[in-house]
């Protein structure tokens, strides 16, 4: 198979030029005649094939809410041709069978690469450590107990040290659960409202405890989904003494406030939860300066019947895959805090480094992994043509640039909208 894509504008480069793929690879120019099919991409952005390191994808057990074809048919719409799934399935992502049973049925959709992220501890119930001589052998890159954070501290040590063995990094959820009890974030809206707030304080803990694990071992630690000011702070001190923590975030966190749930709206019910301005300045400073290395989603679909309910028992967590590029370019790029070269970063070659995956190269040979943006023109997102099963999004109506106009992942298109 044999493709060229014509005009198209490297998110590095500054003119337009042919992007020749053969046989899912990179390569050289070869004449257009001989190609299987000719895109006129006439000036639309061009990156790598995007990395996803935190997201959920249901399957097995919560195929109500999506399936691991649809999730990532989705993913592909965003731009993802790499995504890194967490293990809160049912039953858990403990076992070297439940792994296999997921990296089977990625393969067979064919939507994108799909590495899964395996239990740190059996059942996730942070008390015994999981198999993870097992799992990697299956393909899984990290591990995590997702949304249900190692509390013992003891535990976490021996998680740490038994990940190291393997050379696969830990990614902890931080957040002292006896401090965690809310619905939102602890302020001056949870009291107007009447809503049961999580305060920063909670997620501070837990971060300052994995940093000092992390320096004592001199083994990396993974912060999932930062959200405060605390947060990043402390990340950025440990970075300049040579701590190796990395940390992520979503957009989210750098779009959204905890004024947004005033209406008791559940698609802004977030796990952590949307703070407040102060936090989200510190965020988007982080992802300035360095201090934090990824964004990825958190994506997490869910049915419309455990969002269409009182707040403060409604499920937390948003889809992603569809918005995240068009948030961080909007939001980031076309603001002036960021250059696209830093997004790309951020979103590809950055989690790709933390997970060893070796993803987004664009030279011959490469795999030919890579997303179409249009960069110059606003769109409208609408959450009814969206690809996910779900449908629980806050950002449905907001008006965006970056929409994706083309994926291919290994030489084939798994995406296309193109004008």
Known sequence: ??????NAKKYNEETLSNIYIEDGKFANEFAEDTADRVIDLKGATVTPGLVDMHCHLREPG?????????????AAKGGYTSICCMPNTNPVADNAAVISGIMKKAEEAGNCRVYPIGAA??????????????????GIV????????IKNAGIMRK?????????????????????????????????TIGIRGIPTAAEDIMISRDIILSE????????????????????????????KVTAETCPHYFTLTDACCENYD??????????????????????KDGTIDTIATDNAPHHEDEKVCEFS?????????????ALGYTYLVKTGVITLEKLVDLMCFAPSKILKLGRGGMEVGDDADLAVFNTSDEFTFDKNTLLSKSRNTPYDGWKLYGETLLTIMGGKVTYEKLC
């Open 159 to 191: 998680v740490l040290e038994y990940a190291s063995d393997f050379d696969i990094p830990v990614l902890n959820h931080c957040e002292d659960k006896s401090l965690a009890e809310g619905a939102m974030n602890e302020g001056p809206i949870s009291t």
């Open 62 to 74: 919560g195929e109500y809410k999506e399936t691991i074809k649809t999730g990532t048919a989705s």
């Open 266 to 287: 559940t698609n802004f019910k977030m796990h952590p939860p949307l703070r407040t301005q102060e936090h989200v300045d510190a965020i988007i400073e982080g992802l």
């Open 121 to 138: 501890t059996k059942n996730i119930e942070g008390d015994q450590i999981s198999e993870m001589g097992l799992m990697k052998d299956a």
């Open 313 to 325: 028992v409604a499920l937390n967590g948003i889809l992603g895959f569809e918005t995240a590029f």
């Open 142 to 149: 990290a591990v995590s107990d997702d949304g249900r954070p």
């Open 216 to 243: 004592y071992l001199d083994i990396p630690v993974h912060i999932c989904h930062v959200s405060t000011k605390g947060g990043v702070r402390m990340i950025r001190d440990a970075k300049a003494r040579g701590v």
């Open 1 to 6: 198979m044999r493709l060229v894509l014509k």
